[in-house]
């Protein structure tokens, strides 16, 4: 089993930053993706951004040139910096790891973190 550890959420004002980070833990092999997903209230959850084992990054377009996000394979870490925060961006954010290998079980697996809130207001 895999568990992932959300931390940095808050409270920030407009045009405010806030860096979240997600810790991996467990029975882990290696995982492919990691990403960070988000739901506002009577909202679906949505993609922020992901990156690949390689680097590879994909982001929303509601935070493109905003938001950069990063990981650290070696300890299975990643994590989002948050620049020129909106009230929209208010949300549970979601740490996600897919793909992962484990080192007790064949297949690959896809785990959530339980969310952190950020709140964007002044």
């Known amino acids: 089993q895999v568990q992932l550890v959300e931390s940095g959420g808050g409270l920030v004002q407009p045009g405010g930053s806030l860096r979240l980070s997600c810790a991996a833990s467990?029975?882990?092999?290696?995982?492919?993706?990691m990403g960070w997903y988000r739901q506002a209230p009577g909202k679906e959850r949505e993609l922020v951004a992901t990156?690949?084992?390689?680097?590879?990054?994909k982001y929303a377009d509601s935070v493109k040139g905003r938001f950069t996000i990063s990981r650290d394979n070696a300890s299975n870490t990643v994590y989002l910096q948050m620049k020129s925060l909106k009230p929209e961006d208010t949300a549970v954010y979601y740490c996600?790891?897919?793909?992962?290998?484990?080192?007790?079980?064949?297949?690959?697996?896809?785990?959530w973190g339980p969310g952190t809130q950020v709140t964007v207001s002044s």
């Open positions: 996600n790891a897919d793909e992962v290998v484990e080192t007790t079980r064949s297949g690959r697996y896809r785990y």
């Open positions: 467990g029975s882990i092999f290696s995982i492919n993706f």
């Open positions: 990156i690949s084992s390689g680097g590879t990054t």
